[in-house]
T-cell receptor, first 112, second 114 residues
Framework: EAQVTQNPRYLITVTGKKLTVTCSQN?????MSWYRQDPGLGLRQIYY???????DKGDVPEGYKVSRKEKRNFPLILESPSPNQTSLYFC???????????FGPGTRLTVT | GESVGLHLPTLSVQEGDNSIINCAYS??????FIWYKQESGKGPQFIID?????DKRQGQRVTVLLNKTVKHLSLQIAATQPGDSAVYFC?????????????FGSGTRLSIRP
């Protein structure tokens, strides 16, 4: 079954405590992206990757890091989380040949 | 700057009627448009897409229309069912940006009246 998995699904943390949200896909897709979703602002792209070791900034990259060491994994790293990073985060993947993105189930992050 | 927006934040439709969800965009270089459906508690789900060299594309019970002259696209859902209740997003990609850079609109919530 085609899947995009994210872990954890829910996380409450404190300001400044480094965290990583993992994303994994089993579809051998080249493209992977991270989005955050906030009320009234829709989905905003944080970072994206077009293939292994190729990453680029989206619209709201500040405060985030990513890595793409393997094709199936695209972790999102918050080195020093702040309350304005409280949000719902989605990982998405798609093949290079079309724009049919598959989204993960989401990670709800609260930073206090 | 680039923006993709929607005319109405909410839409209420009688079950069995057709739904039309509208989206306006501002970037003349927008080359590719996608519609997503997001049900409560889930991630967005791809519905249908259309390239800028097309005016219309049909899927199963859905049709997307693109009017480049007025920078407007719409999603039509035929014979709306309770399972169509969701937030619908339009999104676009520009020919001058990376193929992975997708900009989303803010969404329209579709509710179905029995």
């Amino acid at each position: 079954e085609a899947q995009v998995t994210q872990n954890p699904r829910y996380l409450i943390t404190v300001t400044g405590k480094k965290l990583t949200v993992t994303c994994s896909q089993n579809m051998n897709h080249e493209y992977m992206s991270w989005y955050r979703q906030d009320p009234g602002l829709g989905l905003r792209q944080i970072y994206y990757s077009m293939n292994v070791e190729v990453t680029d900034k989206g619209d709201v990259p500040e405060g985030y890091k990513v890595s793409r060491k393997e094709k199936r994994n695209f972790p999102l790293i918050l080195e020093s989380p702040s309350p304005n990073q409280t949000s719902l985060y989605f990982c998405a993947t798609r093949p290079a040949v079309n724009y049919e993105q598959y989204f993960g189930p989401g990670t709800r992050l609260t930073v206090t | 700057g680039e923006s993709v927006g929607l005319h109405l934040p909410t839409l209420s439709v009688q079950e069995g009627d057709n739904s039309i969800i509208n989206c306006a965009y501002s970037n003349s270089a927008s080359d590719y448009f996608i519609w997503y459906k997001q049900e409560s508690g889930k991630g967005p789900q791809f519905i249908i897409d259309i390239r800028s060299n097309m005016d219309k594309r049909q899927g199963q019970r859905v049709t997307v229309l693109l009017n480049k002259t007025v920078k407007h696209l719409s999603l039509q859902i035929a014979a709306t069912q309770p399972g169509d209740s969701a937030v619908y997003f339009c999104a676009e990609n520009s020919r001058y940006s990376s193929a992975s850079k997708i900009i989303f609109g803010s969404g329209t919530r579709l509710s179905i009246r029995p």
